[in-house]
């Protein structure tokens, strides 16, 4: 698990928000940032062993997301880092003490 000094990246957590018309019988996804919205967190790659231990299934660029425990982030949340999206696929509270928590996170294309 990464130490508070490893955690070098500043990210933004969102969360699906309501859908907006598009003015032409569609809608548009929307995405709200959870509060707090900032938070640092430590990336590295992941490896197929440790997303096969994780119960996720590498298709695309996933990593291994650490930080402290924020009880908004679910598998339906998304994570920015300086501008790309990523979709996190798997969320542990690690030792279910709810103060770390680890990530796997695909990169959307």
């Known amino acids: 698990m990464a130490t508070?000094?490893?955690?070098?990246?500043?990210?933004?957590?969102?969360?699906?928000?309501p859908p907006v018309s598009d003015g032409e019988g569609g809608y548009t996804e929307t995405w709200t940032p959870l509060s707090p919205p900032l938070w640092?967190?430590?990336?590295?790659?992941?490896?197929?062993?440790?997303?096969?231990?994780?119960?996720?299934?590498?298709?695309?660029v996933s990593s291994i997301v650490?930080?402290?425990?924020?009880?908004?982030?679910?598998?339906?949340?998304?994570?920015?880092?300086?501008?790309?999206?990523?979709q996190v696929t798997s969320v542990i509270d690690v030792e279910l003490r709810h103060q770390r928590m680890q990530l796997v996170v695909d990169r959307q294309s």
């Open 40 to 60: 640092y967190v430590s990336i590295r790659p992941a490896t197929a062993k440790e997303a096969a231990m994780l119960g996720t299934l590498i298709t695309h």
């Open 4 to 17: 508070r000094g490893e955690r070098r990246h500043v990210v933004t957590f969102e969360q699906p928000g």
């Open 66 to 86: 650490e930080g402290d425990y924020h009880p908004g982030v679910t598998i339906e949340s998304r994570m920015v880092l300086d501008g790309e999206i990523y």
